[in-house]
């Protein structure tokens, strides 16, 4: 047995230890019936140090697979696609299905390969990219047609019946994540060329399969057992166990306030993100505040004003009340 | 509610100061809101509204999210007073009476040169039906609005199907609060209507505009006996003098009058007027 595998490092293993360690229910990443099943907060932990981008293969197997669970997801694209008003952007990647060097919207991970040069030594580390699945995703709380939800086990999912690819997710997002194919989707059937756009896609942490009690499909798939998925806790656990065995970083745990995606790597992330330019599809990965933030206090006081004019009307209609008493009195002193 | 005749000046007050505080808070907050709201579908971007001078803002999400917030305190605070406040007092002129519907009609025939339209209270019977309609919207659009809230603040992975309920009614009710915003400034612009115009920014309107349209009204607010300057010096029906013809003829005090609670402006009046004989 490897000091990995003693150390819990195996994918199968972490999931067997995580079974017999947390039987009692304090969360267990299983593999089988009931896997996802419950409020069980998921996360996931991509391992760098274990990642070879899969050598040899036609693309790396995370991706292959993740290529394959959706393969159909995507209905057939109305030909024409509508053409939107003013604005007339169109992203059609049907014709691009193939391609796996970036995110698509059908293509939901990538792996970018850094190179790096760190005390005069070359090394090359591979990254696999996708969505981080957010705790408080700002694409999902403000899509203004909830087509977007985060879900108790921390997966954030795109409905693709119910989005109208007005690309606010992505927008929102720090990584940009979410990819748009047009001449897809409900705003077909409402107003196509006024409202509505197509299909915000990406990566859902395969939580149907995490339903049915599967694994998602590219953590399933590694070889290198480089991603792991489990109780949230267990995995940060593991992440700073991890961390600190190779000295090295941790990137995902703070940055837009927090994910369920945790990289561990031995390089740091200022290094990796100096080898990443931001450009479509091909997010970086710099440091990442959370711009929901901004509007957390107003929105506070959003909630406390039932209160404020609860306070205010019940404060001024007693002192209505009261004046009138007095002009009543008044009127009857008067008379006397 | 302070409602009164000021005939030096030939103005009837038709709204007090807090009416119309109120009354501006939730027109000027729901526009900010309606406004920032059509921002966050998204259009901003899209239509080009961020070219426009001023307005580059418009196609920042989180910009537009902080202020439909900051326009929701006023819009629900202002709301929540409304209801207690008015509540309280007692004061429900707006609400809805028996036959307004039928009566609604008839107005509406009125406008299109069908029939003539009835004698009316302060309110038009429309504009309580319409009042009660908008109330309805805006307690579905502040209800949705702060379940929405939550979610973004403290609960992100709140039950779908609330999160769901909480965006479609929130969703549909804004098109509802846009109809109805748009049929009220449409009301408003009909000719009969507009010396109503005058009211909602000033507080008064024209006493003969009041008193040929609105009559039920006027006489709530007129004592039963004529004009100040040819009252005469009788004792009023109810008034000290009487009382005192009732104690001497049966030696007893008689019943205290019915207080009418609302109508401050004829007590003020009916308070002079009774004038005992030396």
């Not at chain 1, 009931?34 to 996360?43: D, H, I």
């Not at chain 2, 005469?232 to 205290?256: L, M, Q, R, S, W």
């Given at each position: ?38 409020p069980k907060r998921l996360a996931t932990l991509i391992d760098l140090s274990r ?203 703070k940055e837009n306030g927090g994910t369920a995606t945790l990289y561990v790597s ?71 | ?120 209270h302060k309110y038009l019977p429309e504009q309580r039906l319409a009042y009660v ?146």
């Amino acid at each position: 047995m490897s000091a990995d595998k003693k150390a819990g490092l195996n994918r199968r293993a972490f999931l067997k230890v995580s079974t017999g360690v947390a039987a009692a229910g304090a969360g267990i990443a299983l593999p089988g019936k009931g896997f996802a099943a419950g409020p069980k907060r998921l996360a996931t932990l991509i391992d760098l140090s274990r990642c070879d981008g899969c050598p040899g293969k036609d693309m790396p197997a995370c991706v292959g697979a993740c290529k394959t669970i959706n393969r159909d997801k995507i209905p057939k694209i109305h030909e024409p696609i509508p053409e939107p008003w003013p604005r007339k952007t169109i992203e059609d990647w049907s014709k691009k299905r193939e391609v796996f060097n970036r995110l698509t919207p059908y293509n939901f991970i990538y792996v970018h390969q850094a190179e790096i040069e760190e005390g005069g030594q070359k090394r090359t580390v591979f990254v696999p990219r996708r969505c981080m699945h957010c705790d408080n995703p700002a694409c999902a709380t403000i899509c203004p047609f909830s087509a977007n939800h985060k879900y108790e086990n921390g997966a954030v999912v795109i409905d693709q019946d119910l989005c109208f690819g007005g690309a606010k997710c992505k927008a929102v997002c720090p990584w940009e994540i979410p990819q748009r194919q047009s001449g897809v989707g409900i705003y077909l059937h409402i107003l196509p060329s006024l409202a509505g756009n197509g299909v915000m896609y990406k990566c859902d942490l395969c939580n149907d399969r995490l339903e049915a009690g599967k694994l998602p499909g590219c953590i399933e798939a590694c070889p290198q057992q480089a991603m792991l998925i489990g109780d949230r806790k267990e995995i940060y656990a593991q992440a700073e166990e991890r961390a600190k065995a190779m000295k090295g970083f941790i990137y995902g745990k703070k940055e837009n306030g927090g994910t369920a995606t945790l990289y561990v790597s031995p390089v740091s992330f200022a290094a990796l993100n100096g080898t990443m330019k931001k450009q479509p599809g091909r997010p970086d990965m710099g440091p990442a505040a959370r711009r929901m933030a901004e509007t957390d206090k107003m929105g506070k006081v959003v909630l406390q004003a039932p209160l404020y004019g609860i306070a205010a009307g019940v404060a001024g209609a007693f002192m209505a009340l009261s004046r009138r008493k007095d002009r009543l009195k008044g009127g009857e002193g008067s008379h006397e | 509610m302070s409602d009164k005749i000021i005939n030096e000046k030939g103005l009837v007050v038709r709204h007090d100061l807090v009416e119309l505080v109120e009354h501006w808070a939730i027109a000027l907050s729901g526009l900010l809101l309606l406004v920032t709201g059509i921002f966050e579908l998204p259009m901003a971007n899209r239509y080009y509204i961020t070219s426009l001078p001023g307005l580059s803002w418009s196609g920042d999400f989180i910009k537009s999210l902080y202020i439909h917030y900051a326009a929701s305190v006023v819009f629900i605070a202002a709301a929540v007073f409304h209801l207690l406040y008015h509540g309280i007092l007692g004061e429900g002129g707006m609400i809805p009476r028996r036959g307004d519907l039928k009566v609604s009609l008839e107005v509406m025939k009125s406008f299109f040169g069908k029939g003539k339209e009835p004698p009316f209270h302060k309110y038009l019977p429309e504009q309580r039906l319409a009042y009660v309609g908008m109330a309805f919207i805006i307690a579905m659009l502040i209800l949705s609005g702060l379940v929405k809230t939550y979610k973004n603040l403290y609960a992100p992975d709140m039950s779908l199907t609330l999160v769901l309920w909480a965006t479609w009614v929130h969703n549909v009710f804004f098109m509802l609060f846009i109809l109805a915003f748009a049929a009220h400034i449409g009301a408003i612009l009909l000719k009969p209507n507009r010396p109503m115009i005058r009211g909602i920014f000033m507080g008064t309107v024209r006493l003969d505009y009041a008193r040929h349209r609105h009559p039920l009204w006027i006489k709530e607010m007129e004592p039963e006996s004529p004009p100040r300057d040819e009252v005469k010096p009788e004792p009023v029906p109810g008034g000290e003098a009487a009382k005192d013809e009732i104690k001497e003829e049966t030696g007893e005090d008689p019943p205290p009058p019915p207080v009418v609670v609302s109508e401050e402006a004829p007590q003020e009046e009916l308070k002079e007027e009774p004038k005992k004989e030396p």
